[in-house]
Each structure stands twice: as structure tokens, then as C-alpha cells.
């Protein structure tokens, strides 16, 4: 079925970094934006950037510019996301989610529609 | 940024309520808003796109409408499954922003 499957939950000190990976099944990797979210504890959802898997293209949120990139290998259909010079402010539940699209495939509808189970990142010294 | 407001951000109701949440975007964003649910320690699950599009599974007791500024999602009658928090996203512009939550408890 088709699945976003994620890496598992990391603990990092401040001033490191986390990279985070993403492997898609059941669908053809290079068709769908692949976005990421992240929650805080008790929070709520703030979206943190994505990326055209078939280019590898990307945009991120202006606030993430400087320390968030994302790619991805294409030969094994997965995504990835790594953010820089943590602090405990990053400490948060980090998603990965599928850009929807509508019928015919071929323009976005705007949102997620497939999500990966959430990669705990904690930020603590 | 676009800033999305939802109100309220708790609602107390019971098996079988009709529950109604909005979203306020600060801006015009068109249809361009989806609804999603979430339960506890689990990821977002889309219900709605396109304002009020139903996305496929999604029982029909969900509904959404509006467009520019103003959008309503309505649970026609509540069920015991449907104790979750609900977010509205808008993708009329990067970056795509969510509401702050609105938390649908048992009363």
C-alpha cells in the first residue's frame, strides 16, 4: 500500500545536527512532492519546507532557510531532511507528508495526503 | 505569512452533536484551505481539500465549505471516534500555515 516510512527517534545535544529520512512505497516516488512538518510537544503543526523528488528542487520555510536541507535518492525512493545547529526550540515530532493531488494527477490540491509515522527529534544537553 | 485562526479551540460534545469549526485566514485564500484530524501520539489524517472536497474514506458526516477568508468544517453527527483535534491549512502562498487546533473532547 502505498506508505511513508520514516527513520527512528534521535536525541541530539545543541549545536548538532539531525537528518531525518523518509522512504516512500506503493507509488511512483518522482510524482509527488514530498513536504515536512514538524509538531512541537503540545503543539501545533508548522510546516517546515519540501521537495520535487524528480528534480530535487526545494523551498523552505524563511525561517529554516539558513539551517534545513532537504534531498533525496531517487534509487531508493526516499526523502530527506537534515536541520543544523539544533537548539531545544527544535525538539518536536518531524513529519513527512505527500502533496496531494487532484484526479487527473497533474495539478496540487494544496495538501497532504499521505503522512510518514513521525520522527522524534530531542534536543537536550 | 498568511495567519489562520481557528475558533474555538476547545469544544465540549456528545455522541450524536452536530460540531461546527472555523478557520479565519488573514488574507483572501480563495478555496485553497484543507482540514485534517489528529488523535493522540499519531499523524495528521486528511478529510477535507479544496475547502470542501472529501478526501476518499472519509466518512460523509464530514463536510467543509466556505471560500476567501471564512471556513466552516461541520461534523453532522458526532461519533466516539471523532474525539480529536482538528487543524485547518491554507496553500494559497509559501508557507503554508496551519490553524492553531480546535480540540473536540468528550462533554
Known amino acids: 500500500q502505498v506508505q511513508l516510512v520514516q527513520s527512528g527517534a534521535e536525541v541530539k545535544k545543541p549545536g548538532a545536527s539531525v537528518k531525518v529520512s523518509c522512504k516512500a512505497s506503493?507509488?511512483?516516488?518522482?510524482?509527488?512532492?514530498i513536504h515536512w512538518v514538524r509538531q512541537a510537544p503540545g503543539q501545533g503543526l508548522e510546516w517546515l519546507g519540501r521537495?520535487?523528488?524528480?528534480?530535487?528542487?526545494?523551498s523552505y520555510a524563511r525561517h529554516f532557510e539558513d539551517r534545513f536541507t532537504m534531498t533525496r535518492d531517487k534509487s531508493i525512493s526516499t526523502s530527506y531532511m537534515e536541520l543544523s545547529r539544533l537548539t531545544s526550540d527544535d525538539t518536536a515530532v518531524y513529519y513527512c507528508?505527500?502533496?496531494?493531488?487532484?484526479?487527473?494527477?497533474?495539478?496540487?490540491?494544496?495538501?497532504?495526503?499521505?503522512w510518514g509515522q513521525g520522527t522524534m527529534v530531542a534536543v537536550s544537553s | 505569512d498568511i495567519q489562520m485562526t481557528q475558533s474555538p479551540s476547545s469544544v465540549s460534545a456528545s455522541v450524536g452533536d452536530r460540531v461546527t469549526i472555523t478557520c479565519r485566514a488573514s488574507q483572501s485564500i480563495s478555496t485553497w484551505l484543507a482540514w485534517y484530524q489528529q488523535k493522540p501520539g499519531k499523524a495528521p489524517d486528511l478529510l477535507i481539500y479544496?475547502?470542501?472536497g472529501l478526501q476518499n474514506g472519509v466518512p460523509s458526516r464530514f463536510s467543509g465549505s466556505g471560500s476567501g477568508t471564512d471556513f466552516t468544517l461541520t461534523i453532522s453527527s458526532l461519533q466516539p471516534e471523532d474525539f480529536a483535534t482538528y487543524y485547518c491549512q491554507q496553500s494559497k502562498s509559501f508557507p503554508w500555515t496551519f490553524g492553531q487546533g480546535t480540540k473536540v473532547e468528550m462533554k
Open positions: 507528508a505527500r502533496n496531494r493531488y487532484d484526479g487527473s494527477g497533474s495539478t496540487s490540491v494544496g495538501c497532504f495526503d499521505i
Open positions: 479544496s475547502s470542501f
Open positions: 521537495i520535487n523528488p524528480s528534480t530535487g528542487g526545494t
Open positions: 506503493g507509488y511512483t516516488f518522482t510524482g509527488y512532492f
